[in-house]
Nanobody, 127 residues
Framework: QVQLVESGGGLVQAGSSLRLSCAAS????????MGWFRQAPGKEREFVAG????????FYADSVKGRFTISRDNAKNTVYLQMNSLKPEDTAVYYC????????????????????WGQGTQVTVSS
């Protein structure tokens, strides 16, 4: 069983930066594609960014492209989401997810592709 634990959320002002972390346990981490999703109140959970397994291919939602960067440290079984130039519309609960694949080169963007989810971490951006 894979466990994902997110950290790094908080309350910040618009224009600020945050870095989210997601630590994975119980997995052959390099086989897994990892994704970040977010869900704002009253809205559907949406894809934010993803990174493939060993190849490290990345993909971003248009709304965060150029502001957010996803990365992974396979030695630490951890994936990160660096969020810069935050906007109030980025306010949401952010979830880490793992697709056991194996997904060495591709990044799925749809929720059903992911097999495991973290508990979520709140990000609030004030204007």
């Amino acid at each position: 069983q894979v466990q994902l634990v997110e950290s790094g959320g908080g309350l910040v002002q618009a224009g600020s930066s945050l870095r989210l972390s997601c630590a994975a346990s119980g997995a052959t981490f390099t086989n897994y594609a990892m994704g970040w999703f977010r869900q704002a109140p009253g809205k559907e959970r949406e894809f934010v960014a993803g990174i493939s397994g060993s190849a490290g291919t990345t993909f971003y939602a248009d709304s965060v492209k150029g502001r957010f960067t996803i990365s992974r440290d396979n030695a630490k079984n951890t994936v990160y989401l660096q969020m810069n130039s935050l906007k109030p519309e980025d306010t949401a609960v952010y979830y880490c997810a793992a697709d056991q694949g194996p997904r060495w080169y591709t990044v799925p963007t749809y929720r059903n592709a992911y097999d495991y989810w973290g508990q979520g971490t709140q990000v609030t951006v004030s204007s």
